[in-house]
Nanobody, 118 residues
Framework: QVHLVESGGGLVQTGGSLRLSCAAS??????????WYWYRQAPGKQRELVAG???????NYADSVKGRFTISRDIAKYTVDLQMNSLKPEDTAAYYC??????????WGQGTQVTVSS
């Protein structure tokens, strides 16, 4: 079993920055990840993919966050971060970390709330 714990959420003004972190624990030796991802879900909306980073280091971003968000990982520490700059009120959501393993199993964190005030 792998557990993911997100941290770094909070309240920030428009234009501000936050850095989210996701730390894996548990059977770390079993982690054979295809990719690590950050999703978000705003009230009344579907969960959406924000950013991802593959095992090879390739990154992808939702169009709405390109140029403002950066995903990074520390393989040795089993952590993945999301640096969020130039935040907008529409970025307000619960942010979730996800890891997709070889074989199709994935794990989710419990989420961290990001609120951007106008």
């Amino acid at each position: 079993q792998v557990h993911l714990v997100e941290s770094g959420g909070g309240l920030v003004q428009t234009g501000g920055s936050l850095r989210l972190s996701c730390a894996a624990s548990g059977r770390l030796g079993s982690i054979n990840a295809l990719g690590w991802y950050w999703y978000r879900q705003a009230p009344g909306k579907q969960r959406e993919l924000v950013a991802g980073i593959t095992s090879g280091g390739s990154t992808n971003y939702a169009d709405s966050v390109k140029g403002r968000f950066t995903i990074s990982r520390d393989i040795a520490k089993y952590t993945v971060d999301l640096q969020m700059n130039s935040l907008k009120p529409e970025d307000t959501a619960a942010y979730y970390c996800n890891v997709l393993m070889v074989g199709g199993i994935d794990y989710w964190g419990q989420g961290t709330q990001v609120t951007v005030s106008s």
